[in-house]
T-cell receptor, first 116, second 114 residues
Framework: DQQVKQNSPSLSVQEGRISILNCDYT??????FLWYKKYPAEGPTFLIS?????DKNEDGRFTVFLNKSAKHLSLHIVPSQPGDSAVYFC???????????????FGSGTQLTVLP | NAGVTQTPKFRVLKTGQSMTLLCAQD?????MYWYRQDPGMGLRLIHY???????AKGEVPDGYNVSRLKKQNFLLGLESAAPSQTSVYFC?????????????FGPGTRLTVT
């Protein structure tokens, strides 16, 4: 039972155009959402995040949108660059049942390819 | 500042063998985590630690043990490896979770169990 879903395993976009990566979640206890970027043979690196009390957060070329009623978030990359080609993971944060820490629940990732 | 490092980077084990994966962080983080990543799936939490000397189970803890004897190190052990444990293992660390939600990841260890 996946609580965080990324339904598109891959996405190809032309350089300079907008990339839109989508993520859906089911657990209402998630209160913070993050996007990670991963290159081959490297660990995931943090990209951008958003609190559940906001609906948009922007950082340079990257914007994350959150629609709480639809339990949906998206990452927009404008303009897309070839160096953005990577796997993008959506992650949701919640308190671990013991209350002593937080955990991240990850989606399965979307491979973004930006074509020159 | 190396961040989070993992050793080894690759390992091949035979079924029933044991091994220990080492994670080290130099950011003075209290919280450390071990994840596994399988094809077509997101990262899943195996075990975590909220501080030196503490460990707790995550989502998929069976077949693994952990220890956090020093704040900067978090060890993941497989006592009797099984083919189902073939995966890429990532270690992560974070500050106090109530003020920061971001986790910092190591480069991963690719483990194959034959």
């Amino acid at each position: 039972d996946q609580q965080v879903k990324q339904n598109s395993p891959s996405l190809s976009v032309q350089e300079g155009r907008i990339s839109i990566l989508n993520c859906d979640y089911t657990n209402s206890m998630f209160d913070y959402f993050l996007w990670y970027k991963k290159y081959p043979a490297e660990g995931p690196t943090f990209l951008i995040s958003i609190s559940s009390i906001k609906d948009k957060n922007e950082d340079g070329r990257f914007t994350v949108f959150l629609n709480k009623s639809a339990k949906h978030l998206s990452l927009h990359i404008v303009p897309s660059q070839p160096g953005d080609s990577a796997v993008y993971f959506c992650a949701a944060s919640s308190i671990i049942s013991s209350g002593s820490a937080r955990q991240l629940t990850f989606g399965s990732g979307t491979q973004l390819t930006v074509l020159p | 500042n190396a961040g989070v490092t993992q050793t080894p980077k690759f390992r091949v084990l035979k079924t029933g063998q044991s091994m220990t994966l080492l994670c080290a962080q130099d950011m003075n983080h209290e919280y450390m985590y071990w994840y596994r990543q399988d094809p077509g799936m997101g990262l899943r939490l195996i075990h975590y630690s909220v501080g030196e000397g503490t460990t707790a189970k995550g989502e998929v803890p069976d077949g693994y043990n952990v220890s956090r004897l020093k704040k900067q190190n978090f060890l993941l052990g497989l006592e009797s490896a099984a083919p189902s444990q073939t995966s890429v293992y990532f270690c992560a660390s974070s500050y106090f979770p109530w003020s920061s939600y971001e986790q910092y990841f190591g480069p991963g260890t690719r483990l194959t169990v034959t």
